[in-house]
């Protein structure tokens, strides 16, 4: 099973690659694995990529069990008070 879903996860990380770089060149026709989608306004690939990264995120998350990412942010302070 776990190498199942790490094949789903692939795929969709694939599908995922594949849509980002239609969405830079523009381009509203794409085609892979013998399957065709077009997309017609830029809503439908932002609404697209919006779907992969969900179910990307389920699909890690099931594998992982617990594991899910998560936000970080690092914050660097400078100062010249001596401190």
Known sequence: M???LA????KKKGQLAQLRSV??????????N???VTYQ???DLRRAESDLLREISELEAQAG???SRRRTRQ???TGRSGW
């Open 65 to 67: 069990g617990n594991l």
């Open 23 to 32: 969405k830079a060149s523009g381009v509203v026709r794409t085609e892979a």
């Open 7 to 10: 094949a789903q996860i692939a």
């Open 2 to 4: 776990p190498d199942d």
């Open 75 to 77: 914050v660097v302070m």
């Open 41 to 43: 306004p830029a809503a």
């Open 34 to 36: 013998g399957d065709s």
